[in-house]
């Protein structure tokens, strides 16, 4: 079956713009993570959502940062005004429920200018 | 604070040669660990986790709570296993998320 999807695969945008990211999970998964994974490290948890809710966003970075998954199904990362330092690869990961094994995506590569 | 540790950021070795790949945590509940794999123009991907006790594809890792470890280890390389691996932890606590290391990267030449 499908796996987890994420669009785009690449994003460039300029510094002080506005970029959603999107991630389809795999049909039936109630949890969804996004990690973020800048160069030479390994991901870093932004927010877990179980169900439409977001259960733990402690990761997020600062506000410029929001998520949301208003159906419990596809989620949308979104930044606000961003900086050089948010380039990274956005990676989403599904399981069927906390506690499961996660299914990654390909991630989406942002490269802020 | 909850933290992984991977010492190798990269490990060489010959082909049929043994590997370790470094893990330490700190933690100060019952965590769960994880060794995450990716391999060249793949996603990431489970290993293995050390509560189901398997060995994939030859490797194997064990918890020592006492050294707060989790080395995995393969007898024999193979070119195959080139690839990054992460070591990851979860909290023992419903709804806590994976921590991961920075990853090492292994190469097995011929």
């Known amino acids: 079956g499908a796996g987890v999807s994420q669009t785009p695969s690449n994003k460039v945008t300029e510094k002080g713009k506005y970029v959603e990211l999107r991630c389809d999970p795999i049909s039936g998964h109630t949890a969804l993570y996004w990690y973020r994974q800048s160069l030479g490290q390994g991901p870093e948890f932004l927010i877990y959502?179980?169900?439409?809710?977001?259960?733990?966003d402690s990761g997020l970075p600062n506000d410029r940062f929001f998520a949301v998954r208003p159906e419990g199904s596809v989620s949308t990362l979104k930044i606000q005004r961003t900086e050089r330092g948010d380039s990274a690869v956005y990676l989403c990961?599904?399981?069927?429920?906390?506690?499961?094994?996660?299914?990654f995506g390909p991630g989406t590569r942002l490269t802020v200018l | 604070a909850q933290r992984v540790t991977q010492p190798e950021k990269l490990l060489s070795v010959f082909k049929g040669a043994p590997v370790e790949l470094k893990c330490n945590y700190s933690?100060?509940?019952?965590?769960?660990l994880f060794w995450y794999v990716q391999y060249s123009r793949q996603r990431l991907q489970l290993l293995l986790r050390h509560i189901s006790r398997e060995s994939i594809k030859g490797f194997t890792a064990d918890l020592n709570k006492g050294e707060t470890s989790f080395h995995l280890k393969k007898p024999f390389a193979q070119e195959e296993d080139s690839a990054m691996y992460y070591c990851?932890?979860?909290?023992?606590?419903?709804?806590?998320?994976?921590?991961f290391g920075k990853g090492t990267t292994l190469s097995v030449s011929s």
């Open positions: 990851a932890l979860r909290g023992d606590q419903a709804g806590t998320a994976l921590i």
């Open positions: 933690y100060s509940g019952s965590p769960e």
């Open positions: 959502f179980q169900g439409t809710g977001a259960a733990d």
């Open positions: 990961a599904s399981s069927l429920t906390w506690g499961n094994e996660q299914f």
